[in-house]
């Protein structure tokens, strides 16, 4: 006991030193770590507004509008985009929002794509934010001496430096006219090099305008990935309208793109130290009357069409529309027989093949016994040496092995395709899973494991053992080699000295003639 009480004022000066120090680094860890946690929360709520935005499938209405919008020049609003110019040469088109935007702070994402046959396309793409709506004019299709700020999406190189495509920032209070010769670099707030025409897929631009600071963020189209956007530019100390239009505009010159928007989605961003407000309070009173009362004739029309039609159909009544669609527990029951219908399909597949093997096996194997038949003739004659006769037995002993094995894996598939027929037919017969169904799965899933195993054994085996292959056919008797190129010319001069010494033989022979004569 002497020794626990010597010790306890030891221990509990340790506890104190160890509470002292983590005292200590929890403060300081807070103090570090409480200032990040209010910059982490500094992000603003974001608020989908839909009648600032537009989107596929179902984009523009049958006679040919945008919900919200309004298109001007030759662009042509279909089901899932809207084409702000086709590619044609001198085309400018535009779409714009009916009713101004009443929020200071937003962001857009903007989804299109610059597509066109040439190196070079012409003219750009234009994104706005205006008090006026600039339905037509010489910047992209759109006004000149703009009153807020443009993001232009410039695919020509109109001054020479060789700078295009590119994506520019310029802001306007009414009075700048745009610089076209420049492609407006003398007036950019801000600027990027970017690559936007014929992209595989679709560039994304997220223009966002928080706190008086304008930033641009680009997806280059290269893969996919929605979420997957860059840097592009940022202007700080922008003061934009409170009140504005949003709007897309394109154009043409001498080189023609197609100009295609896919989506343009605004959000409302908040502060979040200020609650977004609802939805209610932006609607005035009156324009919310108009449209209770709307609901409320759409409502009682609907109810004398029901009247009627339950007077005219009285069979169809007491009728659940809900017995007329899919519920969970059929769906999910749907799916699993499905799953095992294509089990079923893949092992009936499985069994083919390897009854095609099995044939094939045999067919080797009474080959093989027909030659070894063969060689024991000979080899009673004293024409076969030892070795052969051994390395022949092996080759048969394992074609014997393997005739086994496969036997065997197309019994495992027979008793599978069995389970599997016997497992749909009480899950038809009962409608639900059960236990058993379960298992039968778990059993098909052993089988499958052990027929893997067994082949993956033979083809080990096979290629451990290349010497127990079948006996290979003779090799043909080589063929004659043909007259090398050295021996042809070799003849052909020898030829020739023989002809010349001829003829020179023969010309003495006449010459002597004439003497003699």
Known sequence: MAVSTALRPIASARVLILTFLTAIIFRSGVADVVPGASTSEELPHRRFEYKYSFKGPHLSQPDGGIPFWIHTGNAIPSADQVRITPSLRSQKGSVWTKNKVTFANWETEVTFRVSGRGRMGADGLAVWFTTDQGLDGPVYGAADQWNGVGIFFDSFDND??????????????????????NDGTTQA??????????????????????KKTLTVMINNGFTPDKDDYEFCTKVDNMVLPNNGFFGISAATGGLADDHDVLSFLTFTLTEPGQEPPPPESEMPKEEKDKYQEEFQNFQQELDKKKEEFQKEHPSVQGEQIEDMYESVNDREIRQVFEGQNQIHLEIKQLHRQLAMILDEQRRYVSVITTEVT???TNAESGQLDPASQQQL???????????KNLNELRTVFHESLKQIGSTQHQGNAAGIGTYETMQHFNDIKEHLHTVK????????????????????????????????????????????????????????????????F
């Open 393 to 403: 037995g092996t080759v048969i002993i394992t074609q014997q092995e393997v005739l």
């Open 453 to 516: 195993r067994d082949v993956e054994h033979l083809v080990q085996k096979n290629s451990q053992n290349p010497a127990e292959k079948a006996v290979k056919c003779p090799d043909p008797p080589p063929m004659p080699a043909c007259l090398s190129t050295i021996h042809f010319v070799i003849f052909i001069i020898v030829q020739s000295v023989l002809f010349f010494c001829y003829i020179m033989y023969k010309s003495q022979q006449e010459a002597a003639a004439k003497k003699f």
């Open 189 to 210: 707030l801000g600027t990027c090099l970017r690559d936007f025409r014929n992209k595989p897929y679709p560039i994304r631009a997220k223009i966002t305008y928080y």
């Open 374 to 376: 063969k060689k024991g």
């Open 160 to 181: 020479g430096k060789k700078n295009n495509p590119s994506i520019v920032v310029v802001g306007n209070n009414g009075k700048l006219v745009y610089d076209h010769q």
